[in-house]
């Protein structure tokens, strides 16, 4: 106690010592934000102006508060530049002073309340020397609470001052890629149109090209800027597609898309043919596919390697079709620049002798500098390295000023740094950043560009002339084990089913397109899709993923189920032979050929077709019709068979589902066709009876009519009744006469007489097996 006392008698008296225990958690009591910071990389004779806006987080009102800028030493390395911006609270150990003026008051701060300021002060006030560097440079509030009555930083923001009035001897080469990548968007179907247009899954793609949009301004902020655009095929070819007309799915059909957006496309596609003109510009493989999720998973299934070696074919057609430029296809690039040796060996597997990593997988421990990104690493191929601090520099939301500021000057930052760790010798930078970066990313990164516009200490260098630079001896060139691949990363890799499912579309397709005799309208829409299924963009979003592939197998399996055998029913054959028909059905909008159809019986012994157990014939068939094959077939024995028809490619590959139907086989005995040839001669006899009865009662009603017309000319009623009585008479005597002569001519009469068999008519019914005349 006696030793206690004096001293925490001073700490009452010397409220400075005490401020030194309430730093840390004091000095955030207040959020000071820069929003911005003009010039970035100040000159001699500029003066530097910093606006933001002070906020209390604290529970009491701030009075008698000043705020000022503290300016501090010139930092000699990287890993400083680190450490400050890391830093959160205020040091005095570290912090430095504040400058004397300018200064600005503010009487009261009260809680919650934003308040803005700005202040500004000539270069050389800040007496930043003459070789210039890398400068911190803070904004703090000093000021009292009503619980503490003595000056103390209540809050302090600190950034960045890159200061170089003199170009450097020899400047650092910098490329920086600028990305233009997108998602998946069009999907493996089109329409029946003559110029068979694409169908979009969705019409996002359009709020991106928008005005304002995220491709919109990657375009708009590039084409000024000294970048290397990189660039995926599919998004241009999805581009030309959407500009030359498109329609979007809606439910089980799909619309057409709209003229407004079909101007969107063609004007955004312009926009980008005039900024890429004289600029170099590197082509990724078709849709981008994700690399390490190819050689983690996708070398498990055989002909995954294929899907890359066709995308990165298919590259360099597509942008210089559609963009009128050459572009380089011989690089690759791995998500987020991670690499290990399979990552590689997949790589360059199609082609690529350049792929592009980052300083986070391929290390530099054991050197104090930062190195020239191209180092040679077996094979012919090159790892272009790109710096993983400046790559990474404006990920995370760069919506708020303060943000956006803050990390475009810790980039400008660092590349001066860079340059004066060997200021004697010169070294080649690349950055690769974000594959998609957000509109306020986009504008950050430009931002951070132009701040290096004045080419003091940086120089811009295209990727192309990057990878050929020379390479530091020094440099790593080992390629990290893949145990060493990043875990984040692994999870979020398409996983082997994806593989499994493009392996099967694959396959199907190879099936399919022999038979076709336009194949163009089939193989590229779902070709390219396939492609789209190994994209990168996919990361994060395993359902979307797994919702497109099963969406391109439905699209390619309702084309191959539009050829199809016609299902039939059971067949009857009687006899020893006879053919049996099978029919195959072709709703395609082209003609279908080179496929054979089989016809196979379960029982060769009973019946063969075409003498043989099974039987096959080729068969084509025309867009939208039907075409029917006859199987020529013999019976042995009765009973059933079951019959089998498939259809096959001509190399021999089953094509389809099969068909299978049932035949009764019911042989003809000479017995059997005696009773049916006795039968159809009954029918013939009966068919001859009803044909004379017929004409007999004809006659007689012909008989009658005449005898009615001859009533008029009837004569007298005596000379009618001795005329009658004269031909009774004659009557008798004829049949007397005719009756004799019946004997020798075998009864033969009159073709009008009744049959001599037939007696007279009785009205009782008739017995069985009777004959009756009606």
């Known amino acids: 106690m006696a030793v206690g006392a004096p001293l925490l008698a001073g700490l009452l008296q010397n409220p400075s010592a005490a401020q030194?225990?309430?730093?840390?958690?004091?000095?955030?009591?207040?959020?000071?934000?820069?929003d911005t910071l003009t010039p970035s990389a100040p000159v001699e004779g500029d003066t530097v102006t910093v606006t933001g806006t002070l906020t209390n987080r604290g529970k009491r009102t701030i009075t008698d508060a000043t705020v000022n800028l503290r300016v501090g030493p010139r930092m000699d390395s990287r890993s400083e530049i680190d450490q400050v911006a890391r830093r959160k609270g205020f040091r005095s150990d570290s912090d430095p002073r504040p400058l004397d003026s300018p200064e600005i008051e503010i009487k009261r701060l009260a809680v919650g309340v934003p308040q803005d300021f700005r202040i500004s002060v000539p270069v050389a006030d800040l007496d930043l020397g003459d070789e210039g560097g890398v400068y911190q440079l803070g904004v703090s509030l000093t000021g009292q609470t009503s619980d503490a009555r003595w000056n103390r930083v209540l809050g302090i923001e600190r950034t960045f001052l890159p200061y170089q009035p003199e170009p450097t001897a020899k400047r650092t080469q910098l490329t920086y890629l600028w990305p233009l990548v997108s998602s998946a968007h069009i999907s493996a179907d089109t329409a029946s149109d003559e110029q068979q247009s694409p169908v979009f899954q969705d019409d996002e793609l359009v709020e991106e090209l928008r005005p304002g949009g995220r491709l919109d301004q990657m375009v708009t902020l590039g084409k000024d800027l000294a970048v290397t655009w990189v660039i995926d095929p599919d998004l241009l070819a999805s581009v030309d597609a959407m500009a030359n007309g498109y329609r979007v799915k809606d439910g089980t059909g799909h619309t057409a898309g709209t003229e407004a957006n079909r101007k969107l496309a063609e004007r955004w596609l312009g926009e980008l043919e005039k900024a890429v003109q004289g600029r170099k510009v590197v082509a990724l493989p078709f849709a981008d596919p994700d690399l390490a999720s190819l050689a983690h998973r996708g070398k498990a299934v055989p002909g995954s390697l294929g899907h890359l070696q066709s995308a990165t074919a298919l590259a360099g057609s597509t942008v210089e079709t559609i963009l009128h430029v050459q572009p380089a296809t011989d690089f690759a690039w791995p998500v987020e620049g991670a690499v290990d040796p399979s990552i590689m060996a997949v790589a360059t597997s199609a082609g690529a002798r350049k792929v592009i990593a980052r300083s986070d997988s391929i290390q530099d421990d054991d050197l104090s500098y930062t190195p020239t990104a191209a180092r040679p690493i077996g094979g012919g191929a090159t790892a272009v390295v790109s710096d993983a601090e400046l790559s990474t520099a404006f990920q995370g939301d760069m919506v708020r000023a303060e943000t956006s500021t803050l990390a475009v000057q810790e980039f400008?930052?660092?590349?001066?740094?860079?340059?004066?760790?060997?200021?004697?010798?010169?070294?080649?930078?690349?950055?690769?950043?974000?594959?998609?970066?957000?509109?306020?990313?986009?504008?950050?990164?430009?931002?951070?560009?132009?701040?290096?516009?004045?080419?003091?200490?940086?120089?811009?260098?295209?990727?192309?002339?990057?990878?050929?630079?020379?390479?530091?001896?020094?440099?790593?060139?080992?390629?990290?084990?893949?145990?060493?691949?990043?875990?984040?990363?692994?999870?979020?890799?398409?996983?082997?089913?994806?593989?499994?499912?493009?392996?099967?579309?694959?396959?199907?397709?190879?099936?399919?397109?022999?038979?076709?005799?336009?194949?163009?309208?089939?193989?590229?829409?779902?070709?390219?899709?396939?492609?789209?299924?190994?994209?990168?963009?996919?990361?994060?979003?395993?359902?979307?993923?797994?919702?497109?592939?099963?969406?391109?197998?439905?699209?390619?399996?309702?084309?191959?189920?539009?050829?199809?055998?016609?299902?039939?029913?059971?067949?009857?054959?009687?006899?020893?032979?006879?053919?049996i028909p099978v029919t195959v059905q072709n709703k395609l909008l082209q003609d279908v050929e080179g496929l054979v159809l089989r016809l196979t019986s379960s029982n060769g012994t009973r019946l063969k077709v075409d003498g043989d157990t099974s039987a096959d014939l080729p068969i084509t068939v025309r867009a939208g019709h039907s075409q029917s094959v006859k199987f020529p077939a013999s019976a042995n024995a009765n009973g059933q068979v079951s019959m089998t028809a498939q259809l096959y490619t001509v190399d021999g590959t089953p094509y389809g589902s099969p068909m299978t139907f049932s035949v009764k086989v019911s042989e003809m005995t000479p017995t059997v066709m005696l009773v049916i040839a006795g039968g159809v001669l009954l029918l013939v006899l009966a068919g001859v009876r009803m044909y004379s009865q017929r004409k007999r009662l004809a006659a007689r009603a012909a008989e009658a009519e005449a005898d009615t017309e001859s009533e008029a000319d009837a004569p007298s009623e005596a000379e009618a009744e001795a005329e009658t009585e004269a031909e009774t008479e004659a009557e008798t005597a004829a049949g007397s006469t005719a009756g004799d002569e019946s004997d020798t001519a075998d009864g033969a009469g009159q073709p009008s007489d009744p049959d001599a068999d037939t007696g007279s008519e009785s009205g009782d019914p008739s017995g069985p097996g009777e004959k009756v005349d009606r």
């Open 412 to 579: 400008l930052a660092q590349t001066l740094a860079i340059t004066l760790e060997q200021p004697q010798d010169r070294r080649s930078v690349v950055v690769a950043p974000q594959r998609q970066p957000s509109v306020s990313q986009a504008q950050a990164m430009a931002a951070a560009v132009r701040g290096l516009g004045a080419k003091r200490w940086t120089e811009p260098l295209d990727l192309v002339a990057a990878a050929a630079a020379k390479p530091d001896p020094d440099a790593s060139t080992r390629v990290p084990r893949a145990s060493q691949y990043p875990k984040k990363l692994r999870d979020s890799e398409l996983p082997v089913d994806a593989f499994r499912d493009m392996k099967t579309t694959g396959d199907e397709l190879d099936d399919f397109k022999v038979i076709l005799s336009d194949a163009t309208r089939v193989v590229p829409p779902v070709g390219t899709a396939i492609n789209r299924e190994m994209s990168t963009s996919w990361r994060g979003r395993t359902t979307a993923a797994a919702i497109y592939r099963v969406d391109v197998q439905d699209v390619l399996r309702r084309l191959t189920k539009s050829v199809v055998l016609v299902d039939k029913s059971a067949l009857t054959l009687s006899g020893r032979s006879a053919t």
């Open 20 to 34: 030194a225990a309430e730093e840390t958690p004091v000095s955030r009591t207040v959020d000071v934000s820069i």
